[in-house]
T-cell receptor
Framework: AQKVTRAQTEISVVEKEDVTLDCVYE???????LFWYKQPPSGELVFLIR??????QNEISGRYSWNFQKSTSSFNFTITASQVVDSAVYFC??????????FGPGTRLSVLP | DSGVTQTPKHLITATGQRVTLRCSPR?????VYWYQQSLDQGLQFLIQ???????AKGNILERFSAQQFPDLHSELNLSSLELGDSALYFC???????????????FGPGTRLTVL
């Protein structure tokens, strides 16, 4: 069975702090894809990243970085120097060939000024 | 802007009524997905259409149905509405050329349904 869990339900940080959101997944497939989405208070779901299981390189995009570790089945997301606009619910998702996306339960991040 | 459009943005109706939610996918995307997000809940997959045909079903109630038209827009019909159906309904689309379901899904802004 495919599954995505998170370590934290809610995280609260002060602006400019670094914060890491954890994503742990479970699948028996060797080929799979991992995603992160952001849902700000306005409600829309914004795509952030897609990563396949054969590419274990960490990725950096501005203040965002992702750490993929196959050995621990984790795909963690770090925001460096957090800003108030980063406040949102963040979802990790898993997809495998022919199967529906499985979304994790989401982590609510609050960045305080 | 993801390129996926959904109408209406908000819908308020009464129990027992029927409503239709509409979704237009991104240009070129063949797959359309519907999700339900209840208050403080995660995303529940409802149903997927691929190029006009039903591809997969999730936790969709029998009172709900959907279809995808030849121009690839999709409609989600919710009938005999109950208070518990109040939620945010998202449509997403993806290219999904290979039919693998692994391409990025781009989400519309959602329709917020309130059943009174």
């Amino acid at each position: 069975a495919q599954k995505v869990t998170r370590a934290q339900t809610e995280i609260s940080v002060v602006e400019k702090e670094d914060v890491t959101l954890d994503c742990v997944y479970e699948t028996r497939d060797t080929t799979y894809y991992l995603f992160w989405y952001k849902q700000p208070p306005s409600g829309e779901l914004v795509f952030l990243i897609r990563r396949n299981s054969f590419d274990e390189q960490n990725e950096i995009s501005g203040r965002y970085s992702w750490n993929f570790q196959k050995s621990t089945s984790s795909f963690n997301f770090t925001i460096t120097a957090s800003q108030v606009v980063d406040s949102a619910v963040y979802f990790c998702a898993l997809s495998t060939y022919g199967q529906n996306f499985v979304f994790g339960p989401g982590t609510r991040l609050s960045v305080l000024p | 802007d993801s390129g996926v459009t959904q109408t209406p943005k908000h819908l308020i109706t009464a129990t027992g009524q029927r409503v239709t939610l509409r979704c237009s996918p991104r240009s070129g995307d063949l797959s359309v997905y519907w999700y339900q997000q209840s208050l403080d809940q995660g995303l529940q997959f409802l149903i997927q259409y691929y190029n006009g045909e039903e591809r997969a079903k999730g936790n969709i109630l029998e009172r709900f149905s959907a279809q995808q038209f030849p121009d690839l827009h999709s409609e989600l019909n919710l009938s005999s509405l109950e208070l518990g159906d109040s939620a945010l309904y998202f449509c997403a689309s993806s290219v999904d050329e290979q039919g693998s379901n692994t391409d990025t899904q781009y989400f519309g802004p959602g329709t917020r349904l309130t059943v009174l």
